[in-house]
């Protein structure tokens, strides 16, 4: 049966020439329509097509790139951002460098960026006309009633959870989102059931990925955990100057992904910068386990593949935690995209090439922590894929794209990068966190100061929740650990070397299930880099948490887990032919929805009402019945939109000379929201400091009194680098007498305090 989706077999027929021109050109007359009406529908649609799919299907037409398979969508989407961030860097060098004494044009205004698009998609345009090339594209085909069932099924997926996102945060109600939850846990239980067609798999995991991140960033009016409201700033800077200020002293102004990508989508679509985060970012995040998925399968069975996918995809971390740091998650987009571009041996050594460099760059300008951890993982690769030359150790050919230019391209560019912009902050930090954390570091390994360590050491109260997902991270890390072990044990080889000694490895060599027998050289080698990488966390490496070395190594290693499981089950339980599918299968799908409505939080919303990763989704019980914890933690994920006003309206009525104060946890200035200003200092804005009783008795200046703040009678005057429940020290907030203040704007909850700085009765709070 042939497949809307993708031809495996080229069996697709090509699209002819002219309605390839006529869908672009409708694109791009949509988008003119769209701008120039301001149409409200119209120009957040075409915009964004304009900038995540029309350059890639250009560029990848003009190499030859089939269009018709599952890869191309992620080459696509992966080769539109890289020409959006490319085009941003030459329009912001070019507008306010060679030609800013002869136009006005300012690189990021709206009109500008319109234009300049839409004339790109012209021009690559007549370029594939002159090429004479005739792009091949999927084609509509008959369906049976599997497929549409699925189809339907999947593509309605992301609408019901964004819907019940949204009607959570307008009504107060959470069982829309458990119900929209539940069906999401289904769907790879009835992918294994109901054996659905290979070719449809990946647009079934991009729905589940998308659903699962829309219900995240939907949910909140604001950003909920993580960097989000941060990351918004330095968009927001961005925007507001309309352009982006290379010379700027600030970690994160190198990050093109936040400096150049959100805005630019953000002008164009018409959409605040908010909702065009909120929006369009999932829809390349979710094509991330999309990649992971078809790396996987040109190694393992189709099904491990997607389960190595699925559970990946379920994690807490991966769908709460990336699904708002947008740094990170485009980061490893690219990452992942250029892992698929390793494996994909049909392309051509010139579309491979691009493809690479285009996604190496992608990786090195998104995240420092990433394009770095990724730098040490490929150096670890391409030593072991090397020796795969030597010994043979894989019996598999290694692409000639994965080679020792490509490492030096990578390392070069990271370090040129990041030297060169934001006055080499980045530089110096990471060159500062190599040499103290991991070469002086060794000594501490397995510290309690490691990343690693606390995660798995940290206490977690009496939260259930917070226990089962310890424990996954450390069932799939074991199990990857000794599937990975198991294979390399089993390299041909070894048994060649060592078989007479040892007769058990020819044995555990021949007993690998050939459908998940992990022998690609690349996959191995990558493998085993993510692993090394795991070993570096328990360094104390201050600059990048677990969660992101895990996003960046995990992947990698639990399919080795995947597939032991699966053998593991299919040895316990047998493979009944008689079933729709194999217990092994159907068991993990059961498992891995249980693990989902853990890991979302609906086990904590509707049973337990325990500390969950989504505590905004059970806010009616924990602001009426919640432990003192459970309540610190709903506030640490959840930006009060009563706190962004306050701080707006300080910021905008403050008198010159002043000082802006707040607690230091949840003390309610949101100036990443807000403010337009550059500075090195953190929060932007305003001079500020946390409250202390002496510098508000003595200095004028302005103090937040926040929603928790109001709400608990209690305020954080004691920094600590450990932002959980127990490390914080909470200050009675009777003992600063507000009254003797004044009150100068009061929204029903949050409040803004104005003091002149001349001493009236002394706090009690002391400093």
């Given at each position: 049966m042939s497949s809307p989706f993708e031809g495996v077999d080229g069996g697709l027929d090509a699209l002819p020439a002219r309605r390839f021109e006529a869908a672009i050109a409708a694109v791009l007359l949509g988008f003119v329509v769209g701008f120039v009406g301001d149409v409200p529908l119209l120009r957040p649609v075409a915009g964004t097509l304009l900038v995540l799919v029309v350059p890639g299907v250009l560029v990848l037409s003009l190499l030859g790139v089939r269009l018709d398979r599952a890869e191309s969508a992620v080459y696509v989407v992966g080769t539109s951002i890289a020409v959006v961030l490319i085009f941003g860097i030459l329009g912001n060098e070019l507008l306010t460098g060679l030609f800013d004494p002869v136009t006005s044009l300012e690189p990021f205004a709206p009109v500008t960026l319109a234009a300049g698009f839409t004339a790109l998609g012209l021009v690559g345009l007549v370029l594939v006309w002159l090429s004479g090339t005739v792009p091949r594209f999927p084609r509509l085909a008959v369906l049976d009633d599997r497929d549409v069932r699925f189809l339907l099924f999947g593509l309605h997926l992301p609408l019901l959870s964004a819907l019940a996102a949204v009607a959570f945060l307008v009504l107060g109600t959470n069982l829309p989102w458990m119900l929209a939850m539940a069906l999401v846990s289904l769907v790879p239980l009835w992918v294994v059931v109901r054996r659905t067609p290979r070719p449809h798999r990946w647009l079934g995991l991009w729905c589940v990925g998308l659903a699962l991140f829309y219900q995240v960033t939907l949910s909140t009016a604001y950003f909920s955990g993580g960097d989000g409201s941060i990351e918004y700033f330095f968009g927001h800077l961005t925007l507001t100057h309309?352009?982006?200020?290379?010379?700027?002293?600030?970690?994160?102004?190198?990050?093109?992904?936040?400096?150049?990508?959100?805005?630019?989508?953000?002008?164009?679509?018409?959409?605040?910068?908010?909702?065009?985060?909120?929006?369009?970012?999932?829809?390349?995040?979710?094509?991330?386990?999309?990649?992971?998925?078809?790396?996987?399968?040109?190694?393992?069975?189709?099904?491990?593949?997607?389960?190595?996918?699925?559970?990946?995809?379920?994690?807490?971390?991966?769908?709460?935690l990336l699904a708002q740091n947008t740094r990170t998650g485009l980061a490893i987009f690219f990452l992942f995209s250029f892992a698929l571009v390793v494996v994909d041996e049909s392309l051509q050594p010139l579309a491979r090439g691009l493809l690479s460099v285009l996604f190496l760059g992608g990786i090195v300008v998104s995240h420092y922590g990433v394009s770095a951890m990724f730098l040490g993982l490929a150096g670890v690769a391409y030593v072991l894929t090397r020796a795969d030359d030597v010994v043979g150790w894989a019996h598999v050919d290694r692409p000639a794209v994965f080679s020792l230019a490509t490492v030096a391209f990578l390392g070069v560019g990271f370090f040129a990068w990041y030297l060169f912009t934001a006055t080499g902050t980045n530089f110096y930090k990471l060159v500062g966190v190599f040499v103290q954390d991991v070469l002086f570091g060794f000594s501490d390994f397995f510290s309690s100061e490691s990343n690693s360590v606390q995660a798995v050491t940290r206490p977690q109260g009496d939260s259930l929740t917070f226990q089962l997902i310890k424990a996954q991270f450390i069932g799939l890390t074991l199990l990857g650990g000794i599937g990975l072990a198991r294979t390399l044990l089993a390299a041909p080889v070894l048994s060649r070397l060592l078989g007479d000694r040892f007769p058990w490895l020819d044995s555990l060599r021949r007993s690998t299930a050939p459908d998940d027998a992990v022998v690609h050289p690349v996959a191995v080698a990558f493998a085993v880099g993510g692993a090394m990488l795991l070993f570096v966390s328990f360094t104390p490496v201050s600059i990048v948490g677990v969660a992101r070395i895990y996003a960046v190594a995990g992947p990698f290693i639990v399919v080795f887990g995947v597939a032991e499981a699966r053998r593991f089950l299919t040895w316990l339980f047998g493979n009944r032919t008689s079933l729709p599918a194999p217990p092994s299968d159907s068991l993990l799908a059961v498992a891995f929805a249980g693990m989902l409505l853990v890991n979302a939080g609906v086990m904590s919303a509707a049973v337990t009402h325990d500390r969950s990763p989504q505590p905004h989704f059970d806010r009616e019980y924990?602001?009426?019945?919640?432990?003192?914890?459970?309540?610190?933690?709903?506030?640490?994920?959840?930006?009060?939109?009563p706190d962004v006003a306050a701080t707006r309206w300080a910021i905008d009525h403050r008198a010159a000379g002043t000082t802006m104060f707040s607690g230091i946890r949840h003390g309610g200035y949101e100036a990443n929201l807000v403010s337009t200003q550059y500075g090195t200092y953190h929060p932007p804005g305003p001079p500020y400091q946390p409250f202390t009783c002496e510098e508000y008795r003595t200095t004028r200046g302005y103090f937040i009194d926040s929603e928790y703040q109001h709400r608990e009678g209690q305020i954080n005057l004691v920094y600590s680098s450990e932002g959980s429940y127990p490390y914080i020290r909470f200050t009675d907030l009777s003992t600063l007498r507000l009254p003797d203040r004044s009150r100068v704007y009061d929204n029903g909850i949050s409040s803004v305090y104005y003091s002149d700085g001349i001493p009236t009765r002394e706090p009690a709070c002391g400093g």
């Open positions: 309309d352009s982006w200020f290379v010379g700027f002293e600030a970690t994160k102004a190198s990050l093109l992904s936040l400096t150049i990508f959100h805005p630019t989508v953000a002008a164009v679509t018409g959409l605040p910068l908010r909702w065009a985060i909120k929006l369009v970012y999932p829809l390349v995040f979710a094509l991330t386990p999309v990649a992971i998925y078809l790396f996987h399968r040109r190694h393992v069975g189709d099904t491990t593949a997607l389960l190595s996918a699925v559970v990946l995809l379920f994690l807490h971390p991966f769908f709460n924990i602001l009426e019945d919640g432990t003192e914890r459970e309540v610190y933690h709903y506030y640490r994920s959840f930006t009060p939109p």
